[in-house]
């Protein structure tokens, strides 16, 4: 094994074992609370199990509770035959419940409450330790500033429409005070409201409204979003408007023999304009420059605290290898694509696919023959596929693991495709991050709103957020583990949200939720008298029916966002195939 596939090892077991310890944590915590409070209050304990199904492994405790880790690590529960009639989910009990003494509305108030209060305790600790220790975050998140408006949104693979902010007249430099009426405090403010949003016009189209803050003054602006594809597989979409914060521009890295190089611009210096125009982001400086080059621009940057203006001239530099693109006659819709091994085009060709063309994109290999004439570079296979088109052709290919050919009989056409180029200056910007200490009580606030925003959105008939945006043991799963490879700070930070959401979610009067016992509790006192055990039972079978599916809905969509995910990042690197290194020749 390579250095590189065991560090990749370690780093994978290490993010599982964090999912396991924050993951499993939150459930056995939440189930800790019930325990303790039956406990307290004298009632009779059949099990304690983390994971509902077959048993797994456990113990028999002195105190004659089964303590056991089940199956399917997806929730837990603590027996209480006192508290509600759960056979269907936690099995038979030991003592038949009508040989239990009965118990009082308070008994059953506390112990269906602690879960959720554990939850709620053990994310204000984890607070404890955000606030201490930090959390990485970018620069840019801590500005309500835009920082570009792009021309364009590309819905899905096939779809780029003009981005709604471009249309409604938002401009960089725009400072957003709120969204729908709702005070925003930084971008991740700007970002949930958006997304979360239930604004519609008069046609019933998405529809956001901003107040912003422009040249000292405040004006309203109304948005129609667009629905972005997030993910190709579980097709889901959320509502987009095409802007990026503002971000400093501070330079990291001078290219060498680049315009920035030879301009004298140094590592430090803040860019703050292009010929007279503000620049907030990497993408406006961008969108100035791309058509500017081997022409003069004025750049204005900070320099240890002066401001100056430095000329340079930028550079049109090759991104992409060139290419041939063979097209058959009778499918149009049909291309096969071929790159150099090499940038300047020299050895043996490799042979790629587009990677739309899921099902034979892997055969990539190094082409040595087409028509059983060698070739040697991307000209030579060109000339020997110009010169008889009519008739088809064939080629040979060689991999690492075998060899294989490829034949094509009939017309076709042969495009040569000129490498694409970007105009750059030739420095690299440093993206900012910096350490947040947030109060504890402030994120556990947060999270709560956070919480109750997206219900409201889930029931909300007007907004675009449905079911299958939820996530499951899944999806939460993979988001621990991302955070737990990246920096366990981020892993802690998310599970202050992840306890929140499991509190309030337990709280919701929905049977079979610890929210359902107290409803059915309160229910009963109010009438006086206990609510028949059937009705109960129908009740919490009916919707322990519908949690379970709901819950296979959320983890079949959870997958489709692996698979996605998975998908989008073999494309990724496909795609890189036909990159080059961005190098700057010197002397020009």
């Known amino acids: ?49 983390v994971g509902f199904g077959p048993k797994l492994f456990g113990w028999k405790g002195k105190d004659g509770v089964d303590y056991r880790v089940s199956l399917l690590p997806l929730g837990g529960y603590v027996a209480l035959p006192q508290l509600a009639d ?37 994310a204000f600790v984890l607070a404890l330790v955000v606030w201490w220790v ?37 401009r960089a430099g725009d400072k957003i005070l709120s969204v729908d009426g709702q005070k925003v405090d930084d971008w991740e403010d700007v970002q949930k409201f958006i997304v979360t949003g239930s604004g519609r016009d008069e046609l019933d189209n998405p529809a956001v409204n901003l107040t912003i803050e422009r040249d000292g003054k405040t004006e309203s602006l109304t948005l129609q979003p667009e629905l972005r594809e997030i993910n190709a597989r579980s097709g889901k979409r959320i509502r987009s ?67 100056m203006e430095i000329q340079v001239v930028p550079e049109a530099v090759p991104m992409t290898k060139p290419m041939l693109r063979i097209i058959p006659n009778s499918e149009p819709d049909t291309a096969w694509e071929f790159i150099p091994q090499t940038a300047g085009g020299e050895g043996v060709i490799l042979f790629n696919l587009p990677p739309s063309q899921e099902s034979i994109a892997s055969i990539g290999g190094l082409v040595t023959q087409v028509d059983d004439q060698p070739v040697a570079s991307l000209e030579e296979m060109g000339k020997v596929l110009s010169s008889e088109k009519s008739d088809g052709f064939s080629l040979e290919y060689s991999k690492e693991s075998s060899d294989g050919g490829l034949q094509y009989a009939g017309a076709y056409t042969v495009e040569s495709v000129p490498p694409k180029t970007r105009t750059l200056i030739g ?51 993979r988001v621990l583990h991302t955070f737990s490879i990246q920096d366990i700070r981020l892993a802690l930070w998310f599970s202050v949200l992840l306890n929140i959401n499991l509190a309030i979610l337990n709280l919701l009067p929905i049977p079979v939720l610890d929210g359902g016992h107290m409803a059915f509790a309160t229910i009963s006192k109010l009438l006086r008298r206990p609510l028949p055990v059937n009705f109960i039972a129908a009740t919490q079978g009916a919707f322990m029916v519908l949690l379970l599916g709901l819950m296979l809905y959320v983890t079949f969509n959870d997958s489709m966002d692996w698979l996605g995910d998975h998908e989008a990042e073999q494309r990724f690197l496909r795609e890189q195939s036909y990159y080059i290194p961005l190098k700057f020749e010197p002397g020009k």
Request: one cysteine or more; glycine letters at 10%; a negative charge.
């Open 1 to 49: 094994m390579t250095s590189t596939g065991l560090a990749d090892l370690l780093s994978n077991t290490w993010g599982i074992l964090l999912v396991i310890v924050f993951f499993c944590g939150a459930i056995f915590f939440h189930e800790l609370g019930h325990f303790l409070a039956a406990k307290w209050r004298g009632l009779k304990i059949d099990r304690f199990s």
């Open 86 to 122: 759960m056979r269907a989910i936690e099995g038979e009990s030991e003592t038949p419940k009508d040989k239990l003494p009965s118990i009082s509305y308070a008994d059953k108030m506390i112990v269906a409450a602690a879960g959720p209060l554990f939850n709620v305790i053990l």
């Open 134 to 170: 930090g959390y990485p975050q970018p620069v840019e998140f801590r500005s309500t500033t835009v920082g570009y408006v792009s021309p364009t949104i590309q819905l899905d693979a096939d779809t780029t429409v003009a981005s709604p902010a471009a249309k409604a007249g938002l």
């Open 241 to 307: 408007v095409g802007i990026e914060p503002a971000s400093p521009l501070n330079i990291a890295v001078i290219s060498a023999n680049s315009p920035a190089e030879a301009a004298g611009l140094k590592q430090g210096d803040q860019v703050l304009s292009v010929n007279g125009q503000l620049v907030y982001t990497v993408s406006g400086l961008n969108s100035l420059v791309e058509k500017k080059a081997g022409q003069k621009v004025t750049l204005g940057i900070l320099r240890d605290g002066k401001p």
């Open 427 to 477: 420095f690299v910007v440093d993206p900012g991050t910096v350490i947040a200490h947030p109060n504890p009580l402030q994120q556990v606030r947060d999270q709560i709103e956070m919480t109750f925003l997206i219900l409201g959105s889930l029931i909300s008939p007007n907004s675009d957020v449905g079911l299958n945006q939820m996530s499951g043991a899944v999806g939460i799963g």
